[in-house]
């Protein structure tokens, strides 16, 4: 699943779709900007790069998603090397997690 919008315009028709997370799950939320990066050579990252770029990271560490995002960036600026930025580049994870329920009075 991708091409889901973030933020929406007026007057363009979007799909839904619903995603169960399990517990740990990490969802990847990112403008097109992250994808739509070069490297050296001229090849675009696209999607397919970018889920090689995600492959390994640490999706279950104790530092949450912070540890993921920061591995992401990292590998996404290897991946550009000296190429600048083109354009926005936004990253969103959301992680669930199950807390234990609150304790009714």
Do not use: C, W
């Amino acid at each position: 699943m991708h091409d889901l919008p973030l933020g929406l315009i007026s007057g363009t028709a979007y799909a839904q779709t619903a995603v169960e997370l399990s517990r740990g799950d990490l969802l990847l939320l990112y403008t097109d900007g992250i994808t739509e990066s070069f490297n050296g050579s001229g090849e675009e990252l696209g999607l397919e790069g970018l889920l090689e770029l995600v492959r390994g990271l640490p999706a279950d560490s104790k530092e949450g998603p912070a540890a993921f995002a920061r591995a992401l960036v990292e590998n996404l600026e290897r991946f550009r090397g000296d190429e600048p930025q083109r354009d926005d580049e936004t990253l969103v994870l959301i992680q669930r997690v199950d807390s234990p329920p609150e304790p009714v009075e």
